[in-house]
């Protein structure tokens, strides 16, 4: 075997472990964001802070810019980690997608089911179903990372490719049901410069600057087709090339996606995302009383991270390993599962993304999805804390042909 050979091999594990650690730290920094927006937003700053965020720069407010152009990128980065991983990672094989797929499948419909329950009479609402489906990987990992080594990195694998699958599954999801008015023009020269991408990756094209030029063009494309511009950084994603530089041996390591991935990977973590809670976290509690936690749009949310996530994520990946098609994760108990799937209930970066998709230019309706996320996110993330902390770990029988 050549000698480059075998690092290429253990390579995806070691990304994946490096992904973990560093997003469990962007976690943190997530959480403190979120924190830093509610402050601001119930403190004498309010009136200023919430002026900012209505600012113009230039066609699009701040918040504006945030949302559909800061966002991009990151579901550029949601793309690119989606592509490598099913083409080269932890979900390169159907066996391995078999446990957190199904369990991303469970945990996305069950929370949908809780909120339609919630919301069935009321046509306004009942837009908001995809709210709780969403997993928060930042968040999820941060409150692992709290946890250290009672947690095997086997549990933290899983739930890093359920979230990845779960991300695909919203975006899907945004780009089926919340998009505006479509312009068929802007769609159809979108669609021109995504074969234009294509036809970059066909012939070998290794340098991102190509890529980056028509993916700034289709950007604005996608924004003015009515199509959620968010959408063209998964499209660009998947057309970036996971094949090597030409005269390279390590395809992984040394192709266009791999050094796309990790240049942008510390701006989304540690920039893009915490700025996105910033801006998009701050609820003012002015005014909101009982009534306003008792509303069917935030129960139905809160409920639906909460109990959606724990009843289709556990529900789906105990039936799995039941039936023989997966085993739990190595080292992993049954009361760590129900831990995780607690754990998955934490949505806050795309909960609240669609939050404000569903219910745009309506305050009070995104003021109360906001409540929800919060609310569910909070009691997810603690309850997972609490369970995980005295959840005893898996022990392995002993290995009596070793002895032999």
Not at 86 to 92: E, N, R, V, Y
Not at 106 to 123: E, H, Q, R, S, T
Not at 226 to 246: D, F, K, Q
Not at 383 to 399: D, N, Q, S, T, Y
Request: charged share 10%; net charge neutral; with cysteine.
């Amino acid at each position: 075997m050549p000698d480059g050979t075998a690092p290429a091999s253990r390579r995806p594990l070691s990304l994946l472990r490096d992904f973990l650690d560093s997003e469990a730290a962007g976690g943190l920094v997530l959480m403190g964001a979120a924190a830093l927006a509610l402050v601001l937003a119930n403190s004498p700053a309010a009136p200023g802070y919430f002026a900012a965020l209505h600012l113009y720069l230039g066609p699009l407010s701040l918040q504006h810019w945030i949302n559909d152009g800061l966002m991009a990128v990151f579901f550029l980065f949601v793309g690119l980690e989606i592509k490598r991983e099913f083409l080269a990672g932890q979900l390169a094989s159907w066996p391995r997608r078999a446990l957190p797929g199904i369990a991303a499948a469970g945990g996305m419909a069950v929370p949908a089911l809780i909120y339609a329950a919630f919301n069935w009479n009321d046509a306004e609402t009942l837009r908001g179903w995809a709210i709780p489906s969403a997993t928060d990987i930042a968040f999820a990992l941060g409150v692992l990372s709290l946890l250290g080594d009672r947690v095997p990195s086997s549990l933290k694998v899983f739930l890093a490719a359920l979230a990845i699958i779960d991300d695909l599954g919203a975006v899907l999801i945004i780009a089926l049901f919340y998009t505006g008015n479509l312009s068929l023009l802007d769609l159809a020269l979108a669609a021109a410069v995504a074969a234009l991408l294509a036809g970059l990756n066909l012939r070998g094209v290794t340098r991102l600057l190509p890529y980056l030029l028509l993916g700034a063009v289709l950007w604005v494309l996608v924004l003015r087709s009515g199509v959620h511009a968010t959408i063209a950084g998964v499209v660009l994603a998947l057309t970036i090339p996971l094949h090597a530089e030409p005269g390279r041996v390590d395809d992984i390591e040394h192709s266009p996606l791999h050094r796309l991935e990790h240049r942008l990977h510390p701006w989304v973590a540690f920039g893009i995302v915490p700025v996105f809670g910033l801006a998009n976290a701050g609820v003012s509690f002015s005014g909101i009383g009982l009534d306003a936690l008792a509303d069917h749009l935030t129960l139905g949310v809160a409920l639906g991270l909460v109990l959606g996530k724990l009843v289709g994520v556990f529900g789906s990946a105990a039936i799995t390993i039941r039936l023989g098609l997966a085993d739990l994760p190595m080292g992993a108990g049954w009361g760590q599962m129900v831990g995780v799937s607690l754990l998955c209930g934490i949505g806050f970066t795309m909960s609240l993304f669609i939050g404000l998709l569903a219910f745009d230019g309506n305050e009070l309706l995104q003021n109360e999805v906001k409540l929800g996320i919060l609310l569910g996110s909070l009691t997810a993330g603690l309850a997972g804390w609490a369970v995980l902390r005295v959840a005893p770990r898996e022990i392995p029988p002993p290995k009596r042909a070793a002895a032999r």
